[in-house]
Nanobody, 124 residues
Framework: QVQLVESGGGLVQPGGSLRLSCAASVTTTTYTMAWFRQAPGKKREFVAGVRGRGLRTPYADSVKGRFTISKDNAGNTVFLQMNSLIAEDTAVYYC??????????????????WGQGTQVTVSA
């Protein structure tokens, strides 16, 4: 059983930055890791993903150039650095892990483990 614990959410003004962390109970090198988000009344959507040594990190078009996903050297924590935040980024952000290294990243149904989520609110 993999446990994922997110932290780092909060209230931030438009244009500001936040760094989310996802502490995993396992070394994530053999998992596909991703961040998803869900705004009120909307479906959960893919934000960013990473797997293995993180040589490839796909992003949703809406966050490209503003968000960066990374891991710590030990591979136990996954980060999401969010810059130039806008109101549309307001959502609950979830960390997810898939035991397969061949999932497509983008579908939430491919992931086996989820964190409890952390709220990000972008508002003046």
């Amino acid at each position: 059983q993999v446990q994922l614990v997110e932290s780092g959410g909060g209230l931030v003004q438009p244009g500001g930055s936040l760094r989310l962390s996802c502490a995993a109970s396992v070394t994530t090198t053999t998992y596909t890791m991703a961040w998803f988000r869900q705004a009120p009344g909307k479906k959960r959507e893919f934000v960013a993903g990473v797997r293995g040594r993180g040589l490839r990190t796909p992003y949703a078009d809406s966050v490209k150039g503003r968000f960066t996903i990374s891991k710590d050297n030990a591979g136990n924590t996954v980060f999401l650095q969010m810059n130039s935040l806008i109101a549309e980024d307001t959502a609950v952000y979830y960390c997810a892990a898939a035991t397969s290294l061949t999932v497509t990243y983008y579908s939430s149904t491919d992931y086996d483990y989820w964190g409890q989520g952390t709220q990000v609110t972008v508002s003046a």
